[in-house]
């Protein structure tokens, strides 16, 4: 069973920077999976932040567009979000989607909360 463990969540205050970690075990040829970073506040139904697909093309959410960097390092199987300049509005939990829309798979970490607060 394929594993997705999601790390690097906290307390931060604005202008803040993280760094999440996503990590997935138990799983073959991580490198023909797409990759992305969904977050879901309080009350709020689950946001699309950023992916990145197996053949390295990334988009993001506008309102993090110049703030967050997706990156992924397939010989660890991990992805990473890098997220800088952090806003209050940032604040939920953060979850990493595993996908392959060919082999029809879907893997989903438990989330990680990135709270954004002076």
């Known amino acids: 069973q394929v594993q997705v463990v999601e790390s690097g969540g906290g307390l931060v205050q604005p202008g803040g920077s993280l760094r999440l970690s996503c990590a997935a075990s138990r799983i073959s040829r991580f490198s023909i999976y797409d990759m992305a970073w969904v977050r879901q506040a309080p009350g709020k139904s689950r946001e699309f932040v950023a992916d990145l697909t197996s053949c390295g093309s990334a988009a993001y959410l506008d309102s993090v567009k110049g703030r967050f960097t997706i990156s992924r390092d397939n010989a660890k199987n991990t992805v990473y979000l890098q997220m800088n300049s952090l806003k209050p509005e940032d604040t939920a939990l953060y979850y990493c989607?595993?996908?392959?829309?060919?082999?029809?798979?879907?893997?989903w970490g438990q989330g990680t909360q990135v709270t954004v607060s002076a």
């Open positions: 989607n595993v996908v392959n829309r060919s082999l029809h798979v879907t893997y």
